[in-house]
């Protein structure tokens, strides 16, 4: 089995910036992608950016790209969601994810950017 457990979130002011870490325990194996999802009340969830170690890439979605940058320090299984210049319109619960398809799932952390 494998935890995932996010923190970071919290109320920004549009403009600001905010860093969220997940930390992934169990049996995640020395390959294990992680990434970051959101979904917003009415909406779908929507896949943000993501870390493979086994291709050793960085996938970042064209809709937060140039804003949102993911990076991970392997040593503590954490991946990192940087997310800059903040709009109201990323308000919604920031869901962290691993495995094979994304198979593992946090609970996820509210972010709530002000006007």
């Known amino acids: 089995q494998v935890q995932l457990v996010e923190s970071g979130g919290g109320l920004v002011q549009a403009g600001g910036s905010l860093r969220l870490s997940c930390v992934a325990s169990?049996?995640?194996?020395?390959?294990?992608?992680m990434g970051w999802f959101r979904q917003a009340p009415g909406k779908e969830r929507e896949f943000l950016a993501g870390?493979?170690?086994?291709?050793?890439?960085?996938t970042v979605a064209d809709s937060v790209k140039g804003r949102f940058t993911i990076s991970r320090d392997n040593a503590r299984n954490t991946v990192f969601l940087q997310m800059n210049n903040l709009g109201p319109e990323d308000t919604a619960v920031y869901l962290c994810?691993?495995?094979?398809?994304?198979?593992?799932w946090g609970l996820g952390t509210q972010v709530t950017v002000s006007s």
């Open positions: 169990g049996r995640t194996g020395s390959r294990f992608t």
């Open positions: 870390s493979s170690t086994w291709v050793s890439s960085t």
């Open positions: 994810a691993g495995g094979p398809g994304y198979v593992y």
